[in-house]
């Protein structure tokens, strides 16, 4: 049983996780090419989220199909932990590569776009202005600071997983469907 679950995560890695994690550095790629400053962009973050979860979603439900319409929890949770590796893994090596080899100076743009937007927002909401200056002197202390060290990237990556862990715990026992105990009698 132990390695139909290993095999159910390998697979669904290979047919999902790295196709998917190639479209988000794919994404990712395109979008710091044309304009960098889009890298902060809700819209871009909410629509890969979206995408990913269709996706993950899409694929418990083919998952549970080619078992015949039922599913254990713990299949259900290798193939979304399976992919959801692919996806992480890959937007990990993009981040990595993106703002230490191609671009070291991106952390900070980022760290200033990132306290624009945050202004921009709390403003038009309605923020008092000294709630605004308390968040932008704490985004302000993290300046000359690089987020994208190995070992921050190491920490996000691994935090990544833990949150996509409980998610396909959540996905996997809404999408479980397990095969009755004594068949309906005009099965026998």
Do not use: C
């Not at 100076?105 to 923020?127: H, P, Y």
């Not at 690089?146 to 396909?168: I, K």
């Amino acid at each position: 049983m132990e390695e139909n679950q290993m095999n159910a995560a390998k697979q669904a890695f290979v047919q999902w996780g790295i196709p998917l994690g190639l479209v988000n550095v794919a994404v990712y790629g395109l979008v710091y090419s044309l304009n960098a400053r889009l890298l902060v962009s809700v819209g871009l973050g909410v629509g890969l989220i979206a995408l990913n979860g269709a996706v993950l979603i899409w694929a418990l439900i083919h998952a549970r199909k080619a078992q015949g319409g039922y599913a254990s929890f713990r299949s259900l949770f290798s193939v979304y932990m399976g992919i959801a590796v692919g996806i992480v893994l890959f937007k990990a090596v993009f981040d990595f590569v993106l703002y230490t080899l191609i671009d070291p100076t991106l952390s900070d743009q980022v760290i200033v776009w990132t306290q624009e937007k945050t202004v921009a927002m709390m403003e038009s909401l309605g923020t008092p202005d000294e709630e605004i200056d308390k968040a932008l002197a704490k985004m302000e202390s993290m300046e000359g600071q690089n987020l994208f060290t190995p070992g921050r990237m190491a920490l996000s990556f691994f935090s990544s997983l833990l949150v996509q862990a409980v998610l396909a715990a959540i996905f996997a026992a809404i999408f479980k469907k397990n095969k009755p105990l004594f068949a309906p009698a005009d099965e026998a």
